[in-house]
């Protein structure tokens, strides 16, 4: 848990996804967000614009919003090369980057890869920290993190990133409860019945593991959309689909017709229109399918301001720390500051928890330099 109320993620479902926006785009939209007081704003590791250049672009665009992937996978992009990006965006942004990471989706399948294992996952959070490790000369570090000293550690870092699990099943949510900063979950991961037993399961693991006492985040990241319902799933129905297309198809209870249903649109699942305001391919395979209200009901939330509010609070009492709030032209700027009104934020809290203490930016051609010469010296080069 952390202290200072819930916090918000910026919702690129509710401006069409990410595909079609260019690097400077998203900079320009994370500028905006941040004037709207949003607290984070995430970039998808998919079929987008590479992540890394995006989340560059909108560190030179912003100052106080947290910036991070949403998500990677230790499959399409080797551990150390994700340590070595994310750190660099960490150090541009004066330490305001995290790390989401998970066991892959769309990147994979675009590759004709599998998903990472569990396994994977846990070997890849004990390879970061690893290369992260030069941080413990410059900030205090925690205890219980899992450290291989036989991996090559980058010098130049200061800052620990912090490391998100996204985790829809309960052996990635143990590995971010005992091994990670916090935990992402999709609205609809697990059922709305399921979710408050899930959270009270994770934040008991966190505090039987290794790691207890440390702060632990849980973020639930939804698509949401204040105001009509029609507009709204007009909004929401690129995501919509997207998520659709990772359930879990061994859920307990869910109904036999449904699943096998659901199973049928995994299959037809078009992987090239991901994220994208095009989608509308998936879209219409859903009502094909007739599963499309059951996935609007499971996978979006659309209400007016007011139940908007009241979603937040609930989240919050569960023990949940951030979420997506709508886009401001979906109305999410004004549900945020009602919630506000009612929620302040402690004083003196920083608005990214996740920031516990920033990292200085590289000032000098010369620092620049030997950063460049010891990433050289890891990747195996004889030349500066």
């Known amino acids: 848990m952390v202290a200072g109320g819930l916090r918000f993620h910026g919702s690129w479902s509710s401006i069409g996804g990410q595909t079609d926006k260019s690097a400077t785009d998203m900079a320009a939209v994370a500028k905006r967000w941040e004037d709207e007081g949003f607290d984070y704003v995430p970039y998808g590791d998919t079929t987008f614009r590479d992540c ?77 920290n690893s290369a992260f490790r030069a941080a413990r000369h410059h900030e205090e570090w925690p205890d219980g993190i899992e450290i291989d000293e036989s991996i090559a550690q980058f010098e130049w870092i200061k800052r620990r990133v912090p490391i998100l699990v996204a985790a829809r099943a309960s052996k990635g949510q143990r590995i971010a409860a005992e091994m990670a900063d916090g935990l992402m979950l999709r609205a609809g991961d697990v059922s709305h019945e399921q979710l408050p037993k899930v959270i009270e399961r994770v934040l008991r693991w966190r505090d039987e593991g290794p790691r207890a006492g440390q702060p632990f985040e849980i973020q639930i990241l939804d698509s949401a959309f204040v105001g009509d319902p029609e507009r709204g799933r007009r909004y929401v129905g690129s995501p919509t689909a997207t998520r659709a297309a990772a359930m879990n198809l061994n859920e307990p209870g869910l109904d036999p017709d449904l699943r096998e249903r659901i199973a049928e649109y995994q299959k037809r699942y078009q992987y090239g229109l991901h994220g994208s305001s095009l989608n509308k ?9 007739g599963i499309d209200d059951y996935m609007f009901g499971r996978f979006a939330f659309i209400g007016d301001e007011d139940q908007m509010v009241t979603r937040f609070e609930e989240l919050e009492a569960m023990g949940v720390t951030a979420t997506h709030a709508p886009e401001p032209a979906a109305g999410g700027s ?21 920031r516990p203490k920033p990292a200085k930016a590289v000032t000098s051609a010369s620092t620049v330099a030997e950063h460049l010469y010891t990433t050289s010296q890891i990747c195996g080069s004889t030349t500066p």
Do not use: C, F
């Open 334 to 354: 004004s549900a945020v500051a009602r919630y506000r009104e009612k929620h302040p934020l402690d004083p003196g809290a920083d608005p990214s928890p996740l």
């Open 281 to 289: 391919a998936n879209i219409e395979l859903l009502t094909e399918l």
């Open 52 to 128: 890394y250049v995006g989340l560059g672009a909108m560190a030179a665009a912003t100052e106080r919003v947290g910036l991070g992937t949403y998500v990677t996978n230790p499959s399409t992009r080797s551990p150390l090369v994700t340590a070595q990006a994310i750190a660099s965006v960490d150090e541009v942004s004066d330490g305001r980057a995290w790390l989401g990471i998970g066991m892959g989706q769309s990147a994979n399948a675009l590759n004709g890869m599998p998903r990472a294992t569990p396994e994977s996952l846990r070997n890849a959070l004990i390879a970061i």
